[in-house]
């Protein structure tokens, strides 16, 4: 049979062979956004120690664990712990020169840690002032400044004056505000602590350390889920804890807990550049709450919203003598 290849049949096979031949294009896949790893920066306040601590051991075994798990920790001082009998103790103030000299940083925490509820403006900034005379100058002599202030008990102005004031005192003496997302009862922990390690049993001391951190990962998942019911996404948090034998003994089970979450450790400088932390603060009150309940409150949010808080367990209070 004759066949007919013309110019156009013969561009109408070779198309025809493209066709076939041509792969198949893939289907195209939705780019995976991959969330950013939760991070926390680790804030100690009363430095150089809780009073009934023995203040050397408390602060090796934090410093020792701090650098562990390569935390970049701020500690935030009291300097009348610093005259036990109205005395410069050297040995406290090497302390916290230690602090430093690990790469961590110091913040005020006040002289004395006051209550701001019971002074008026004036009696308060000036305990704050006092409470610069050392921390100051050991930053200096490592090249550093002090940033940040740590209002005592939380209590940032119980009247919108009071805190307006201070707010303007600080930022004129250039501190900003070291504010907690992660707040918790960890100081009645560490009192039932305190308590059975003068009856020097053992059996207790555990039973209260596990029992803190299985509370403080409890507290942390609440505000987790907080900070995303606020922002609807996971935040960079700040946690408080303080200067004492509960976490001299047990903060490696506690970031070995964060790790786990899958939490970065981060300075209180790089938290603070988290958006969150520009939210609007208008509570006034006489309470220590946690940043996320202030703009919670700011932002008018229903009350189902801090409903089912994790509370600190009835035998931890028993022991303390303290009731949450």
């Known amino acids: 049979m004759h066949l007919p290849f013309s110019p156009f049949y013969l561009l109408l096979c070779f198309s025809l062979f493209v066709a076939c031949s041509s792969p198949t294009p893939a289907p195209k896949v939705a780019a995976t956004l991959v969330p950013p790893s939760p991070a926390i920066?680790?804030?100690?306040?009363?430095?150089?120690?809780?009073?009934?601590?023995?203040?050397?051991?408390?602060?090796d075994n934090l410093l020792t664990t701090l650098k562990k798990y390569r935390v970049p920790a701020i500690g935030f001082v009291n300097e009348n712990k610093l005259y036990p009998k109205n005395k410069l103790d050297t040995a406290r103030l090497n302390l916290l020169e230690a602090w430093l000299a690990a790469g961590m940083e110091l913040g005020n925490h006040t002289y004395s840690h006051p209550d701001y509820n019971r002074l008026t403006f004036e009696e308060f900034t000036a305990d704050i002032l006092k409470g610069e005379f050392h921390t100051k100058r050991l930053h200096a002599k490592y090249g550093q400044k002090m940033r940040y202030f740590r209002h005592p008990f939380l209590h940032a102005g119980n009247t919108p004056e009071k805190k307006a004031e201070l707010e303007q005192f600080l930022a004129k003496r250039n501190y900003e505000i070291a504010p907690v997302t992660i707040d918790n009862s960890e100081w009645i922990f560490a009192k039932a602590?305190?308590?059975?390690?003068?009856?020097?049993?053992?059996?207790?001391?555990?039973?209260i350390g596990e029992s803190y951190v299985a509370y403080m990962q409890d507290k942390t998942a609440f505000y987790e889920e907080q900070s995303k019911l606020l922002f609807d996404r996971p935040i960079k948090h700040t946690l408080l804890i303080h200067a004492n034998a509960l976490n001299g003994d047990y903060l490696d089970e506690l970031l070995d807990m964060y790790q786990q979450r899958g939490y970065q450790f981060i300075s209180l400088a790089n938290a603070l550049t988290?958006?969150?932390?520009?939210?609007?603060?208008?509570y006034v009150g006489r309470g220590g709450i946690t940043w996320l309940?202030?703009?919670a409150m700011t932002k008018k949010m229903d009350k189902a919203f801090y409903k089912g808080e994790p509370a600190c367990p009835e035998f931890i209070q028993e022991i303390a003598g303290i009731r949450e």
């Open 193 to 207: 602590y305190h308590i059975a390690m003068r009856k020097k049993d053992g059996a207790e001391l555990k039973k």
């Open 41 to 59: 920066a680790i804030t100690i306040d009363d430095l150089p120690g809780i009073s009934l601590d023995n203040y050397q051991e408390v602060t």
């Open 293 to 295: 309940h202030r703009w």
């Open 274 to 282: 988290d958006e969150a932390y520009q939210s609007k603060d208008d």
